[in-house]
């Protein structure tokens, strides 16, 4: 899959600095939390692998093989494994498992309800895992897809709530060796 994003977006993508990246994120999600920090730091890790980002529009079948990392809240039902899932998978596994998830992680829900009432704003992604953080350490078979850095709530939301034939593209930053 990332070989056709390639395809497509190589015309359309705009260089941008970090900087633009990080202050999107602070505007749109802000600093206060401990989650919000570890993204924070996570951006940065990434920054430092990849140094170079761009700005493009990214086609919904694409974001749908992105690959999203470990997520897991302490000591419940995982929703993806140390290796990694697409958003499809991620998606698939979560309908399987929604009532015994819904119970455990009201929270992780309560986030992907919220992602549904918002706009889904610009994603970031990166072409290879974040080596440098835990919740990609473990991660296979990424090779041909993109990877989420910031975004898997509001991905699975287009899915969980079924507003794909709302999006044909969603607009992204990538990092880029």
């Known amino acids: 899959m990332r070989g056709n994003y390639m395809l497509i977006s190589a ?22 939390s ?17 140094g170079s980002w761009v700005h493009t529009d990214v086609p919904l079948a694409t974001i749908l093989e992105v690959m999203l990392p470990h997520h897991t809240h302490r000591n419940t039902a995982e ?8 958003a499809k998978e991620a998606y698939g596994r979560l309908k399987r498992i ?6 455990q992680n009201p929270r992780c829900m309560a986030t992907l309800t919220h992602a549904n009432t918002q706009p889904i ?18 991660m296979k078979h990424w090779e041909d897809h993109l ?31």
């Open 11 to 32: 015309v359309c993508e705009t260089k941008v600095p970090f900087s633009e990246v990080r202050e999107y994120y602070l505007r749109h999600h802000g600093s206060e």
């Open 34 to 50: 401990a989650a919000h920090q570890r993204a924070l730091v996570r951006l940065d890790k990434a920054n430092l692998q990849f």
């Open 79 to 86: 929703l993806i494994p140390p290796q990694g899932l697409t």
């Open 98 to 103: 929604e009532k015994k998830y819904a119970t």
């Open 121 to 138: 704003g610009t994603l970031t992604l990166a072409e290879q895992p974040v080596f440098a953080d835990e919740n990609y350490e473990h």
């Open 147 to 177: 990877v989420s850095i910031d975004g898997l709530h509001r991905i699975l939301s287009i899915l969980y709530y079924g507003k794909q034939d709302q999006y044909s593209t969603l607009s992204c930053y990538i990092g880029k060796k």
